[in-house]
């Protein structure tokens, strides 16, 4: 499974920024789909993941009510949009995928930078 991510870019704070993941390969085997993120200096957290088959979320706490998981109309697409973005969001943001046979795959990332 590759994974490559884009929507990364500079914005202000406040402002939106929507991030894709575009998954390939053996695509039918992915079970769940997540976003990361890490800043400078500080380890790999968990944004938000998503169920690919039943849409179930979960979000981490500084995500809920301003970013939000969604799948593509297509299957191997996910989607992070994030609301009312803070300096503090900025970091490089990773695109994750579980399989059914319990491998991970990560993506190369997209840098988000947000300017106060």
């Known amino acids: 499974v590759q994974l490559v991510e884009s929507g990364g870019g500079l914005v202000q704070a406040g402002g939106s920024m929507r991030l894709s993941c575009a998954a390939s390969?053996?695509?039918?085997?992915?079970?769940?789909m997540g976003w990361y993120r890490q800043a400078p200096g500080k380890q790999r957290e968990v944004v938000a993941a998503?169920?690919?088959?039943?849409?179930?979320?979960n979000y981490a706490d500084f995500a809920k009510g301003r970013f939000t998981i969604s799948r593509g109309d297509v299957k191997n697409t996910m989607y992070l949009q994030m609301n009312s973005l803070k300096p503090e969001d900025t970091a490089v943001y990773y695109c994750?995928?579980?399989?059914?046979?319990?491998?991970?795959?990560w993506g190369q990332g997209t840098q988000v930078t947000v300017s106060s």
């Open positions: 994750k995928a579980w399989l059914l046979t319990y491998e991970e795959y």
């Open positions: 390969g053996s695509t039918f085997s992915i079970n769940v």
């Open positions: 998503i169920t690919i088959g039943g849409g179930n979320t």
